[in-house]
């Protein structure tokens, strides 16, 4: 065990734990489906985008494609056994996501309003966890993989701080890792992360489910693929160091961590701005963080959710 990996906090998987899960997009949950089992009857899921993005890349209307890709989700949370009442889209179109990040970096009274489109969808998630009370607040990891990935984590994290202090008590924040380096580091923190990591390992039980509820994803079946072949090549070479991985060794463990406190949302996970969301454009522009998604951190910590 390394020393940065140690045992989780057993009273996350309490029955009586109210966890909640903030997602950007769907099947950003399938990292997680072991995790999701173990959850007590008192969990919400929350789902920021509706998932359209990818409806002009394949020639599919975006609302009818965002309602595919919502329904898909719905089949996956359910073959996990959660039921129906415990999840909810926030429905932020992607497509509108990417043309605001492009309207921020060329700033003027455009990058205004698209602050406050953020700011109106940061009250959305703050009202989820206000309304919810949670105990422990998971979401995606501040890792620079992919630009969507980065806002919901900051926008959760925000919208978290403000309930805190509202409240009077902190509540254990909790991010999980998907990818960086385009998919080169899939679902674990990268080898140079100094922060601390929890594991579970699936049962064979769990595991099966997992594998049934990524196939309620047929439109996510390429990604998948991909994400298979990349396993599958870390397992050829980490066995040159004597360790022994395979495709069910790999994604029957899960790995999370609690956020820093120490975390400088300023700037990029990666040193240098070309790793942040390699092969990331939009409209034939580069997406980076220190010019589309920080100034929105900038803005939005000046400001209270109502």
């Given at each position: 065990?390394?020393?940065?990996?140690?045992?989780?906090?057993?009273?996350?998987?309490?029955?009586n734990?109210?966890?909640?899960?903030?997602?950007?997009?769907?099947?950003?949950?399938?990292?997680?489906?072991?995790?999701?089992?173990?959850?007590?009857?008192?969990?919400?899921?929350?789902?920021v985008?509706?998932?359209?993005?990818?409806?002009?890349?394949?020639?599919?209307?975006?609302?009818?494609?965002?309602?595919?890709?919502?329904?898909?989700?719905?089949?996956?949370?359910?073959?996990?056994?959660?039921?129906?009442?415990?999840?909810?889209?926030?429905?932020?179109?992607?497509?509108?996501?990417?043309?605001?990040?492009?309207?921020?970096?060329?700033?003027?009274?455009?990058?205004?309003?698209?602050?406050?489109?953020?700011y109106?969808?940061?009250?959305?998630?703050?009202?989820?966890?206000?309304?919810?009370?949670?105990?422990?607040?998971?979401?995606?990891?501040?890792?620079?993989?992919?630009?969507?990935?980065?806002?919901?984590?900051?926008l959760?994290?925000?919208?978290?701080?403000?309930?805190?202090?509202?409240?009077?008590?902190?509540?254990?924040?909790?991010?999980?890792?998907?990818?960086?380096?385009?998919?080169?580091?899939?679902?674990?923190?990268?080898?140079?992360?100094?922060?601390?990591r929890?594991?579970?390992?699936?049962?064979?039980?769990?595991?099966?489910?997992?594998?049934?509820?990524?196939?309620?994803?047929?439109?996510?079946?390429?990604?998948?693929?991909?994400?298979?072949?990349?396993i599958?090549?870390?397992?050829?070479?980490?066995?040159?160091?004597?360790?022994?991985?395979?495709?069910r060794?790999?994604?029957?463990?899960?790995?999370?961590?609690?956020?820093?406190?120490?975390?400088?949302?300023?700037?990029?996970?990666?040193?240098?701005?070309?790793?942040?969301?390699?092969?990331?454009?939009?409209?034939?522009?580069?997406?980076?963080?220190?010019?589309?998604?920080?100034?929105?951190?900038?803005?939005?910590?000046?400001?209270?959710?109502?």
């Amino acid at each position: 065990m390394s020393p940065r990996t140690v045992p989780f906090p057993p009273y996350i998987f309490d029955k009586n734990t109210r966890n909640m899960m903030v997602f950007a997009h769907q099947d950003d949950e399938l990292p997680s489906a072991g995790v999701i089992q173990r959850l007590g009857p008192d969990s919400r899921f929350i789902w920021v985008t509706n998932g359209d993005g990818l409806a002009p890349f394949v020639g599919e209307d975006p609302k009818t494609y965002a309602e595919t890709r919502k329904k898909e989700t719905d089949n996956a949370m359910s073959t996990l056994g959660r039921k129906k009442e415990e999840w909810e889209c926030l429905d932020s179109s992607e497509i509108e996501n990417y043309d605001a990040f492009l309207d921020i970096r060329k700033g003027g009274a455009k990058a205004e309003e698209r602050f406050d489109y953020f700011y109106e969808l940061g009250c959305k998630v703050y009202h989820q966890v206000k309304d919810f009370n949670p105990d422990i607040v998971w979401t995606l990891a501040f890792q620079g993989g992919q630009p969507e990935h980065d806002l919901t984590h900051l926008l959760t994290a925000l919208a978290l701080k403000q309930f805190e202090q509202e409240s009077g008590r902190k509540r254990l924040f909790i991010q999980i890792p998907e990818y960086e380096y385009i998919i080169l580091v899939p679902l674990r923190f990268n080898p140079f992360y100094r922060g601390t990591r929890h594991n579970i390992d699936l049962s064979d039980e769990e595991f099966a489910l997992k594998i049934k509820m990524a196939r309620t994803y047929p439109s996510q079946d390429e990604l998948l693929e991909k994400f298979q072949s990349v396993i599958n090549s870390l397992g050829k070479i980490l066995s040159l160091f004597g360790k022994k991985v395979n495709f069910r060794s790999y994604l029957g463990r899960e790995q999370f961590g609690p956020v820093p406190a120490s975390i400088d949302y300023s700037k990029s996970f990666h040193f240098f701005e070309c790793a942040n969301y390699i092969n990331e454009k939009h409209k034939g522009e580069k997406i980076t963080y220190r010019r589309h998604i920080a100034p929105i951190w900038e803005n939005l910590r000046k400001r209270r959710f109502e």
